[in-house]
Protein backbone atom coordinates (compact mmCIF):
# COMPACT_ATOMS: atom_id res chain seq x y z
CA UNK A 1 0.00 0.00 0.00
CA UNK A 2 2.54 2.36 0.93
CA UNK A 3 4.82 1.99 -2.63
CA UNK A 4 1.79 2.39 -4.53
CA UNK A 5 1.32 5.61 -2.79
CA UNK A 6 4.79 6.72 -3.04
CA UNK A 7 4.23 6.24 -6.92
CA UNK A 8 0.84 7.94 -7.21
CA UNK A 9 2.85 11.04 -5.48
CA UNK A 10 5.95 11.30 -7.39
CA UNK A 11 3.36 11.17 -10.66
CA UNK A 12 1.67 13.75 -9.32
CA UNK A 13 4.93 16.12 -8.55
CA UNK A 14 5.97 15.39 -12.25
CA UNK A 15 2.51 16.20 -13.71
CA UNK A 16 2.51 19.26 -11.36
CA UNK A 17 6.38 20.21 -12.38
CA UNK A 18 5.69 19.79 -16.22
CA UNK A 19 2.34 21.71 -16.07
CA UNK A 20 4.65 24.61 -15.12
CA UNK A 21 6.89 24.28 -17.65
CA UNK A 22 5.01 23.69 -20.03
CA UNK A 23 3.23 26.85 -19.16
CA UNK A 24 6.15 29.16 -18.73
CA UNK A 25 7.50 27.78 -22.43
CA UNK A 26 3.75 28.97 -23.68
CA UNK A 27 3.96 32.14 -21.61
CA UNK A 28 7.37 33.45 -23.04
CA UNK A 29 6.40 32.39 -26.39
CA UNK A 30 3.22 34.78 -26.07
CA UNK A 31 5.77 37.12 -24.56
CA UNK A 32 8.01 37.31 -27.06
CA UNK A 33 5.29 37.22 -29.43
CA UNK A 34 3.66 40.78 -28.37
CA UNK A 35 6.93 42.91 -27.78
CA UNK A 36 7.67 41.78 -31.56
CA UNK A 37 4.04 43.28 -32.62
CA UNK A 38 5.35 46.30 -30.48
CA UNK A 39 8.27 46.96 -32.32
CA UNK A 40 6.66 46.56 -35.27
CA UNK A 41 3.91 49.37 -34.44
CA UNK A 42 7.05 51.49 -33.28
CA UNK A 43 8.75 50.78 -36.66
CA UNK A 44 5.75 51.72 -38.39
CA UNK A 45 5.40 55.25 -36.24
CA UNK A 46 8.53 56.14 -36.91
CA UNK A 47 8.52 55.56 -40.46
CA UNK A 48 5.57 57.73 -40.86
CA UNK A 49 6.81 60.40 -38.23
CA UNK A 50 10.01 60.51 -40.82
CA UNK A 51 8.18 60.81 -43.74
CA UNK A 52 5.89 64.00 -41.93
CA UNK A 53 9.41 65.51 -40.76
CA UNK A 54 10.54 65.58 -44.45
CA UNK A 55 7.12 66.99 -46.06
CA UNK A 56 7.32 69.44 -43.55
CA UNK A 57 10.74 70.43 -44.39
CA UNK A 58 10.02 70.51 -47.51
CA UNK A 59 6.92 72.95 -47.63
CA UNK A 60 9.10 74.83 -45.31
CA UNK A 61 11.53 74.82 -48.00
CA UNK A 62 8.99 76.21 -50.29
CA UNK A 63 7.45 78.76 -48.16
CA UNK A 64 10.80 80.19 -47.39
CA UNK A 65 11.84 80.30 -50.88
CA UNK A 66 8.24 82.38 -51.82
CA UNK A 67 9.18 84.55 -49.34
CA UNK A 68 12.49 85.58 -50.55
CA UNK A 69 10.71 85.78 -53.46
CA UNK A 70 8.27 87.98 -52.28
CA UNK A 71 11.15 90.49 -50.71
CA UNK A 72 13.33 90.40 -54.01
CA UNK A 73 10.10 91.88 -55.99
CA UNK A 74 9.69 94.38 -52.75
CA UNK A 75 12.77 95.66 -53.02
CA UNK A 76 13.25 95.63 -57.06
CA UNK A 77 9.78 98.16 -56.50
CA UNK A 78 11.08 99.80 -53.58
CA UNK A 79 14.34 100.54 -55.60
CA UNK A 80 12.25 101.67 -59.03
CA UNK A 81 10.36 104.01 -56.98
CA UNK A 82 13.38 105.42 -55.19
CA UNK A 83 14.61 106.36 -58.79
CA UNK A 84 11.45 107.92 -60.02
CA UNK A 85 11.26 109.84 -57.01
CA UNK A 86 14.56 111.03 -57.12
CA UNK A 87 14.20 111.69 -61.10
CA UNK A 88 11.41 113.59 -60.28
CA UNK A 89 13.42 115.46 -57.29
CA UNK A 90 15.68 116.48 -59.90
CA UNK A 91 13.19 117.70 -62.39
CA UNK A 92 11.92 119.73 -59.74
CA UNK A 93 14.84 121.26 -59.10
CA UNK A 94 15.75 122.35 -62.54
CA UNK A 95 12.09 124.20 -62.19
CA UNK A 96 12.93 125.98 -59.65
CA UNK A 97 16.37 126.77 -60.84
CA UNK A 98 14.56 128.14 -64.20
CA UNK A 99 11.23 129.84 -62.33
CA UNK A 100 13.74 131.53 -59.92
CA UNK A 101 16.30 132.79 -62.99
CA UNK A 102 12.72 133.70 -64.83
CA UNK A 103 11.85 135.60 -61.00
CA UNK A 104 15.12 137.46 -61.18
CA UNK A 105 14.33 138.69 -64.97
CA UNK A 106 11.08 140.03 -64.81
CA UNK A 107 12.56 141.65 -61.42
CA UNK A 108 15.12 143.23 -63.73
CA UNK A 109 12.64 144.23 -66.13
CA UNK A 110 10.03 145.96 -63.57
CA UNK A 111 12.94 147.99 -62.54
CA UNK A 112 13.72 148.95 -66.12
CA UNK A 113 9.97 149.79 -67.09
CA UNK A 114 9.60 151.94 -63.35
CA UNK A 115 13.18 153.99 -64.38
CA UNK A 116 11.89 154.68 -67.49
CA UNK A 117 8.28 155.56 -66.14
CA UNK A 118 10.05 158.28 -63.97
CA UNK A 119 12.26 159.27 -67.21
CA UNK A 120 9.24 159.78 -68.50
CA UNK A 121 6.64 161.17 -66.34
CA UNK A 122 9.73 164.10 -65.83
CA UNK A 123 10.15 164.06 -69.72
CA UNK A 124 6.14 164.79 -69.28
CA UNK A 125 6.28 167.52 -66.59
CA UNK A 126 8.74 169.47 -68.60
CA UNK A 127 6.75 169.19 -71.92
CA UNK A 128 4.24 170.79 -69.62
CA UNK A 129 5.71 173.28 -68.28
CA UNK A 130 7.08 174.39 -71.48
CA UNK A 131 3.75 174.35 -73.11
CA UNK A 132 2.10 176.46 -70.45
CA UNK A 133 4.76 179.08 -71.19
CA UNK A 134 3.64 178.82 -74.42
CA UNK A 135 0.30 179.29 -74.17
CA UNK A 136 -0.09 180.85 -71.23
CA UNK A 137 -2.67 178.32 -69.19
CA UNK A 138 -1.62 175.93 -66.68
CA UNK A 139 -2.74 172.37 -67.76
CA UNK A 140 -5.66 172.38 -65.49
CA UNK A 141 -6.72 175.58 -67.20
CA UNK A 142 -6.48 174.28 -70.88
CA UNK A 143 -8.37 170.84 -69.85
CA UNK A 144 -11.01 173.21 -68.45
CA UNK A 145 -10.61 175.23 -71.69
CA UNK A 146 -10.89 172.33 -74.09
CA UNK A 147 -14.05 170.88 -72.16
CA UNK A 148 -16.12 174.24 -72.69
CA UNK A 149 -15.19 174.40 -75.98
CA UNK A 150 -16.43 170.92 -76.87
CA UNK A 151 -19.84 170.88 -74.96
CA UNK A 152 -20.40 174.54 -76.66
CA UNK A 153 -19.70 172.94 -79.86
CA UNK A 154 -21.78 169.52 -79.38
CA UNK A 155 -24.26 170.67 -76.93
CA UNK A 156 -27.10 170.27 -78.49
CA UNK A 157 -25.77 167.03 -80.46
CA UNK A 158 -25.01 165.32 -77.00
CA UNK A 159 -28.29 166.19 -75.77
CA UNK A 160 -30.02 164.78 -78.56
CA UNK A 161 -28.17 161.52 -78.28
CA UNK A 162 -28.97 161.38 -74.59
CA UNK A 163 -32.78 161.84 -75.02
CA UNK A 164 -32.62 158.69 -77.97
CA UNK A 165 -30.34 156.29 -75.69
CA UNK A 166 -32.75 156.87 -72.44
CA UNK A 167 -36.26 156.85 -74.38
CA UNK A 168 -34.59 153.50 -76.37
CA UNK A 169 -33.55 152.23 -73.12
CA UNK A 170 -36.71 152.76 -71.45
CA UNK A 171 -38.51 151.42 -73.74
CA UNK A 172 -36.63 148.39 -73.88
CA UNK A 173 -37.30 148.06 -69.86
CA UNK A 174 -40.37 148.92 -70.03
CA UNK A 175 -41.40 146.07 -72.87
CA UNK A 176 -38.74 143.52 -71.05
CA UNK A 177 -40.95 144.19 -67.73
CA UNK A 178 -44.75 143.82 -69.59
CA UNK A 179 -43.23 140.16 -70.78
CA UNK A 180 -41.86 139.33 -67.63
CA UNK A 181 -45.23 140.28 -65.92
CA UNK A 182 -47.17 138.63 -68.39
CA UNK A 183 -45.24 135.12 -68.98
CA UNK A 184 -45.65 134.74 -64.91
CA UNK A 185 -49.71 135.60 -65.06
CA UNK A 186 -50.12 133.34 -67.75
CA UNK A 187 -48.03 130.43 -66.09
CA UNK A 188 -50.13 130.57 -63.08
CA UNK A 189 -54.39 130.99 -63.94
CA UNK A 190 -56.75 130.43 -61.09
CA UNK A 191 -59.93 132.00 -60.37
CA UNK A 192 -60.92 133.87 -57.14
CA UNK A 193 -63.98 133.18 -54.90
CA UNK A 194 -64.37 136.08 -52.96
CA UNK A 195 -65.42 134.71 -49.30
CA UNK A 196 -68.91 135.28 -48.08
CA UNK A 197 -69.55 135.72 -44.44
CA UNK A 198 -72.46 133.56 -43.34
CA UNK A 199 -72.25 129.77 -44.17
CA UNK A 200 -75.11 127.24 -44.82
CA UNK A 201 -75.68 123.73 -42.89
CA UNK A 202 -77.54 121.55 -44.13
CA UNK A 203 -79.99 119.38 -41.86
CA UNK A 204 -80.97 116.40 -44.36
CA UNK A 205 -84.49 117.03 -44.41
CA UNK A 206 -85.09 116.43 -40.88
CA UNK A 207 -86.82 120.21 -39.22
CA UNK A 208 -86.97 118.45 -35.58
CA UNK A 209 -83.42 119.27 -35.25
CA UNK A 210 -84.09 123.07 -35.69
CA UNK A 211 -86.02 122.53 -32.30
CA UNK A 212 -83.62 120.71 -30.46
CA UNK A 213 -80.93 123.11 -31.35
CA UNK A 214 -82.72 126.04 -30.83
CA UNK A 215 -83.42 124.49 -27.10
CA UNK A 216 -86.23 125.16 -24.34
CA UNK A 217 -86.10 128.88 -24.72
CA UNK A 218 -83.73 128.82 -26.59
CA UNK A 219 -81.11 128.12 -24.29
CA UNK A 220 -79.11 125.56 -26.31
CA UNK A 221 -79.16 127.93 -29.16
CA UNK A 222 -77.45 130.97 -26.80
CA UNK A 223 -74.99 128.70 -25.43
CA UNK A 224 -73.76 127.19 -28.69
CA UNK A 225 -73.42 131.00 -29.99
CA UNK A 226 -71.87 132.00 -27.05
CA UNK A 227 -69.44 129.34 -27.52
CA UNK A 228 -68.11 129.75 -30.91
CA UNK A 229 -69.14 133.48 -31.55
CA UNK A 230 -71.34 133.24 -34.10
CA UNK A 231 -74.93 134.27 -34.94
CA UNK A 232 -77.47 130.93 -35.93
CA UNK A 233 -80.13 132.23 -38.31
CA UNK A 234 -82.91 129.19 -37.81
CA UNK A 235 -86.16 130.01 -40.22
CA UNK A 236 -84.29 131.85 -43.19
CA UNK A 237 -83.33 128.44 -45.10
CA UNK A 238 -85.80 125.40 -45.34
CA UNK A 239 -83.97 122.44 -44.04
CA UNK A 240 -80.82 124.44 -43.30
CA UNK A 241 -79.12 126.37 -40.59
CA UNK A 242 -77.59 130.13 -42.03
CA UNK A 243 -73.87 130.67 -39.70
CA UNK A 244 -73.56 134.54 -39.93
CA UNK A 245 -69.52 135.82 -38.54
CA UNK A 246 -67.41 137.51 -40.51
CA UNK A 247 -64.91 135.08 -39.05
CA UNK A 248 -64.36 132.03 -41.20
CA UNK A 249 -62.74 130.22 -38.29
CA UNK A 250 -65.19 130.82 -36.08
CA UNK A 251 -67.90 129.79 -38.89
CA UNK A 252 -66.06 126.48 -39.12
CA UNK A 253 -65.69 125.36 -35.49
CA UNK A 254 -69.76 126.19 -35.15
CA UNK A 255 -70.55 124.15 -38.06
CA UNK A 256 -68.01 121.58 -36.86
CA UNK A 257 -69.78 121.74 -33.50
CA UNK A 258 -73.18 121.54 -35.14
CA UNK A 259 -72.16 118.32 -37.06
CA UNK A 260 -70.86 116.54 -33.68
CA UNK A 261 -73.81 117.48 -31.74
CA UNK A 262 -76.26 116.02 -34.53
CA UNK A 263 -74.36 112.84 -34.56
CA UNK A 264 -74.39 112.39 -30.76
CA UNK A 265 -77.94 113.15 -30.91
CA UNK A 266 -77.89 114.82 -27.39
CA UNK A 267 -78.11 118.71 -27.88
CA UNK A 268 -77.69 120.58 -24.55
CA UNK A 269 -75.54 122.99 -23.00
CA UNK A 270 -73.21 120.81 -21.32
CA UNK A 271 -72.65 118.99 -24.37
CA UNK A 272 -72.57 121.96 -26.87
CA UNK A 273 -69.26 122.95 -24.54
CA UNK A 274 -68.11 119.53 -24.92
CA UNK A 275 -68.20 119.54 -28.60
CA UNK A 276 -67.41 123.04 -29.27
CA UNK A 277 -64.49 122.09 -27.24
CA UNK A 278 -63.59 118.62 -29.50
CA UNK A 279 -64.04 120.75 -32.65
CA UNK A 280 -61.95 123.58 -31.61
CA UNK A 281 -59.24 121.00 -31.17
CA UNK A 282 -59.67 119.05 -34.56
CA UNK A 283 -59.95 122.51 -36.58
CA UNK A 284 -56.77 122.61 -35.18
CA UNK A 285 -55.30 119.64 -36.25
CA UNK A 286 -56.87 120.48 -39.92
CA UNK A 287 -54.97 124.15 -39.78
CA UNK A 288 -51.82 121.85 -39.89
CA UNK A 289 -52.49 120.07 -42.41
CA UNK A 290 -53.62 122.95 -44.91
CA UNK A 291 -50.89 124.64 -43.71
CA UNK A 292 -48.53 121.32 -44.52
CA UNK A 293 -50.27 120.79 -48.08
CA UNK A 294 -50.27 124.46 -49.19
CA UNK A 295 -46.18 124.98 -48.47
CA UNK A 296 -45.76 121.57 -50.64
CA UNK A 297 -47.72 122.61 -53.52
CA UNK A 298 -46.00 125.38 -53.39
CA UNK A 299 -42.44 124.34 -53.45
CA UNK A 300 -41.56 124.95 -49.85
CA UNK A 301 -40.61 122.54 -47.60
CA UNK A 302 -38.10 123.71 -44.86
CA UNK A 303 -40.36 125.50 -42.81
CA UNK A 304 -41.36 124.83 -39.13
CA UNK A 305 -44.11 122.94 -38.00
CA UNK A 306 -45.53 126.27 -35.38
CA UNK A 307 -45.12 128.23 -39.18
CA UNK A 308 -47.00 126.03 -41.15
CA UNK A 309 -50.14 126.31 -38.52
CA UNK A 310 -49.92 129.57 -39.16
CA UNK A 311 -49.75 129.08 -42.83
CA UNK A 312 -52.87 127.17 -42.37
CA UNK A 313 -54.55 129.77 -40.06
CA UNK A 314 -54.59 132.16 -43.17
CA UNK A 315 -57.35 129.86 -44.96
CA UNK A 316 -59.36 131.48 -42.04
CA UNK A 317 -58.50 134.99 -43.30
CA UNK A 318 -60.01 137.35 -45.97
CA UNK A 319 -58.36 140.47 -47.14
CA UNK A 320 -60.92 142.35 -48.61
CA UNK A 321 -63.07 139.14 -49.75
CA UNK A 322 -59.87 137.38 -50.58
CA UNK A 323 -59.03 134.09 -49.13
CA UNK A 324 -55.32 135.66 -47.40
CA UNK A 325 -53.65 131.71 -48.08
CA UNK A 326 -55.21 131.69 -51.71
CA UNK A 327 -53.55 135.15 -52.21
CA UNK A 328 -50.99 134.06 -50.53
CA UNK A 329 -49.94 131.29 -52.75
CA UNK A 330 -50.77 132.86 -56.07
CA UNK A 331 -48.31 135.70 -55.32
CA UNK A 332 -45.67 132.46 -54.40
CA UNK A 333 -46.30 130.96 -57.83
CA UNK A 334 -46.38 134.37 -59.68
CA UNK A 335 -42.68 135.63 -57.43
CA UNK A 336 -41.03 132.28 -58.34
CA UNK A 337 -41.72 132.57 -62.19
CA UNK A 338 -40.86 136.40 -62.02
CA UNK A 339 -37.59 135.91 -59.89
CA UNK A 340 -36.68 133.01 -62.74
CA UNK A 341 -37.00 135.58 -64.94
CA UNK A 342 -34.77 137.89 -64.12
CA UNK A 343 -32.23 135.34 -62.63
CA UNK A 344 -33.14 136.34 -59.13
CA UNK A 345 -33.15 133.69 -56.40
CA UNK A 346 -35.97 132.14 -56.75
CA UNK A 347 -36.99 130.54 -53.18
CA UNK A 348 -36.35 133.69 -51.44
CA UNK A 349 -38.70 135.19 -53.49
CA UNK A 350 -41.61 132.26 -52.99
CA UNK A 351 -41.15 131.92 -49.21
CA UNK A 352 -41.39 135.56 -49.04
CA UNK A 353 -44.05 135.91 -50.92
CA UNK A 354 -46.08 132.53 -49.08
CA UNK A 355 -45.26 133.85 -45.71
CA UNK A 356 -45.79 137.76 -46.36
CA UNK A 357 -49.31 138.11 -44.76
CA UNK A 358 -48.36 135.47 -41.91
CA UNK A 359 -48.80 138.33 -39.23
CA UNK A 360 -52.19 138.50 -40.26
CA UNK A 361 -52.89 134.97 -38.72
CA UNK A 362 -52.43 136.29 -35.27
CA UNK A 363 -55.53 137.68 -33.91
CA UNK A 364 -56.80 140.88 -34.19
CA UNK A 365 -55.95 141.54 -30.16
CA UNK A 366 -52.40 141.45 -30.34
CA UNK A 367 -50.72 144.79 -31.07
CA UNK A 368 -49.39 145.90 -34.07
CA UNK A 369 -49.30 145.92 -37.81
CA UNK A 370 -49.40 142.46 -40.25
CA UNK A 371 -45.91 143.60 -41.46
CA UNK A 372 -44.24 144.14 -37.68
CA UNK A 373 -45.98 141.01 -36.59
CA UNK A 374 -44.48 138.88 -39.71
CA UNK A 375 -41.34 140.29 -39.21
CA UNK A 376 -40.95 139.14 -35.44
CA UNK A 377 -43.08 135.54 -35.90
CA UNK A 378 -40.16 134.70 -38.51
CA UNK A 379 -37.19 136.18 -36.64
CA UNK A 380 -38.45 134.04 -33.79
CA UNK A 381 -38.42 131.20 -36.07
CA UNK A 382 -34.69 131.86 -37.30
CA UNK A 383 -36.13 131.94 -40.95
CA UNK A 384 -33.91 133.59 -43.51
CA UNK A 385 -32.67 137.40 -43.06
CA UNK A 386 -33.19 137.57 -46.76
CA UNK A 387 -37.01 136.52 -46.67
CA UNK A 388 -37.74 138.60 -44.17
CA UNK A 389 -36.10 141.54 -46.22
CA UNK A 390 -38.18 140.18 -48.72
CA UNK A 391 -41.84 140.21 -47.39
CA UNK A 392 -41.10 143.27 -45.39
CA UNK A 393 -41.66 145.94 -48.30
CA UNK A 394 -44.88 144.69 -49.33
CA UNK A 395 -46.65 147.60 -48.12
CA UNK A 396 -43.39 149.74 -48.74
CA UNK A 397 -43.21 150.33 -44.92
CA UNK A 398 -39.54 149.57 -45.02
CA UNK A 399 -36.90 150.31 -47.44
CA UNK A 400 -36.27 147.79 -50.06
CA UNK A 401 -33.54 145.29 -48.59
CA UNK A 402 -32.89 143.09 -51.78
CA UNK A 403 -34.06 142.67 -55.23
CA UNK A 404 -36.50 139.87 -54.11
CA UNK A 405 -38.41 142.40 -52.24
CA UNK A 406 -39.19 144.04 -55.12
CA UNK A 407 -40.76 140.78 -56.56
CA UNK A 408 -42.69 140.19 -53.61
CA UNK A 409 -44.02 143.92 -53.72
CA UNK A 410 -45.20 143.34 -57.82
CA UNK A 411 -46.33 139.74 -57.18
CA UNK A 412 -48.75 141.15 -54.28
CA UNK A 413 -49.95 143.81 -56.75
CA UNK A 414 -50.76 141.45 -59.12
CA UNK A 415 -52.58 138.91 -57.35
CA UNK A 416 -54.73 141.84 -55.91
CA UNK A 417 -55.28 144.18 -58.68
CA UNK A 418 -56.88 141.69 -60.87
CA UNK A 419 -60.58 142.61 -61.43
CA UNK A 420 -62.92 140.19 -59.28
CA UNK A 421 -60.06 139.21 -56.56
CA UNK A 422 -61.20 141.52 -53.88
CA UNK A 423 -64.43 143.72 -52.94
CA UNK A 424 -63.64 146.47 -51.12
CA UNK A 425 -66.89 147.67 -49.27
CA UNK A 426 -66.60 143.48 -47.66
CA UNK A 427 -63.16 144.22 -46.37
CA UNK A 428 -64.90 147.75 -44.83
CA UNK A 429 -67.58 145.69 -43.34
CA UNK A 430 -65.30 143.23 -41.87
CA UNK A 431 -63.04 145.55 -40.25
CA UNK A 432 -66.15 147.68 -38.63
CA UNK A 433 -66.64 143.87 -36.61
CA UNK A 434 -63.24 143.61 -35.63
CA UNK A 435 -62.93 147.13 -34.53
CA UNK A 436 -66.33 146.63 -32.33
CA UNK A 437 -64.87 143.39 -30.90
CA UNK A 438 -60.88 145.16 -30.19
CA UNK A 439 -63.13 148.20 -28.33
CA UNK A 440 -65.10 145.64 -26.10
CA UNK A 441 -61.93 144.03 -25.21
CA UNK A 442 -60.21 146.98 -24.25
CA UNK A 443 -62.19 146.91 -20.99
CA UNK A 444 -61.01 144.92 -17.83
CA UNK A 445 -63.19 142.71 -16.84
CA UNK A 446 -64.04 141.41 -19.92
CA UNK A 447 -63.71 137.39 -20.90
CA UNK A 448 -65.42 137.46 -25.13
CA UNK A 449 -66.56 139.60 -27.31
CA UNK A 450 -68.71 138.76 -30.27
CA UNK A 451 -70.12 141.15 -32.88
CA UNK A 452 -72.91 139.63 -34.50
CA UNK A 453 -76.20 140.33 -36.30
CA UNK A 454 -74.19 141.76 -39.16
CA UNK A 455 -72.88 144.25 -36.59
CA UNK A 456 -76.00 145.53 -35.01
CA UNK A 457 -75.79 143.95 -32.21
CA UNK A 458 -72.08 143.40 -29.50
CA UNK A 459 -72.52 140.80 -27.21
CA UNK A 460 -70.17 141.18 -24.28
CA UNK A 461 -69.33 138.26 -21.54
CA UNK A 462 -67.43 139.13 -18.52
CA UNK A 463 -65.72 137.45 -15.65
CA UNK A 464 -68.36 137.54 -12.47
CA UNK A 465 -65.87 137.95 -9.98
CA UNK A 466 -64.43 140.98 -11.87
CA UNK A 467 -67.79 142.43 -13.09
CA UNK A 468 -70.59 142.68 -10.47
CA UNK A 469 -74.01 143.52 -11.60
CA UNK A 470 -73.96 147.25 -11.36
CA UNK A 471 -70.92 147.52 -13.01
CA UNK A 472 -72.37 145.53 -15.92
CA UNK A 473 -74.62 148.34 -16.07
CA UNK A 474 -71.73 150.85 -16.31
CA UNK A 475 -69.71 148.91 -18.81
CA UNK A 476 -72.72 148.55 -21.34
CA UNK A 477 -73.25 152.22 -21.54
CA UNK A 478 -69.35 153.32 -21.35
CA UNK A 479 -68.95 150.64 -24.24
CA UNK A 480 -71.97 152.11 -26.27
CA UNK A 481 -70.44 155.46 -25.71
CA UNK A 482 -67.25 154.68 -26.97
CA UNK A 483 -68.64 153.07 -29.76
CA UNK A 484 -70.47 155.98 -30.87
CA UNK A 485 -67.55 158.09 -30.46
CA UNK A 486 -65.19 156.46 -32.57
CA UNK A 487 -67.09 154.55 -35.18
CA UNK A 488 -69.02 155.49 -38.00
CA UNK A 489 -71.59 152.54 -38.72
CA UNK A 490 -75.10 153.21 -40.48
CA UNK A 491 -78.10 152.62 -37.90
CA UNK A 492 -77.38 151.93 -34.42
CA UNK A 493 -76.15 148.97 -32.53
CA UNK A 494 -77.14 147.12 -29.17
CA UNK A 495 -74.74 146.51 -26.95
CA UNK A 496 -75.21 143.45 -24.69
CA UNK A 497 -73.22 142.78 -21.37
CA UNK A 498 -73.73 139.25 -20.18
CA UNK A 499 -72.30 137.90 -16.30
CA UNK A 500 -73.36 134.79 -15.75
CA UNK A 501 -72.23 132.71 -12.55
CA UNK A 502 -71.77 129.24 -12.23
CA UNK A 503 -71.34 126.80 -9.48
CA UNK A 504 -69.77 123.35 -10.31
CA UNK A 505 -69.35 120.51 -7.86
CA UNK A 506 -68.54 117.06 -8.86
CA UNK A 507 -69.98 113.94 -6.51
CA UNK A 508 -68.36 111.01 -6.35
Do not use: C, W
Not at 256 to 262: G, P, V, Y
Amino acid sequence: MTPTLLTGAGALVLGLVAGYVIRRTQALRDSQSAEQQVKARLDAVETEAKKIAADAKEKAAGILLDAQNDDRERKTKITALEERLLQREETLDKRRAAADEEEQKVKQKAEELKAREVKLASGEEEMGRKLEQVAGLTMQAAKEELVRTMQRTHEQELAQVLQKFEREKADEVEKRAIGIITIALQRYARSHVSELTTSSFPLGGDDDLKGKIIGREGRNIRALERATGVELIIDEAPDAIIISSFDPYRRETARLALQKLIKDGRIQPAKIEEKVEEAKQELQKRVLEIGEAAAMEVGVYDLPKELLQLVGRLHFRTSYGQNVLTHSMEMAYIAAAMAGELGLNVEVAKKGALLHDIGKAIDHDVEGTHVDLGMKILKKYDVDEAVIMAMQSHHEDYPYGNAEAHIVTAADVLSAARPGARRDTLEHYIKRLADLEKIAMDFPGVKQAYAISAGRELRIFVTPEKIDDFRALELAREVANRVQSELKYPGEIRVVVIREMRAVEVAR
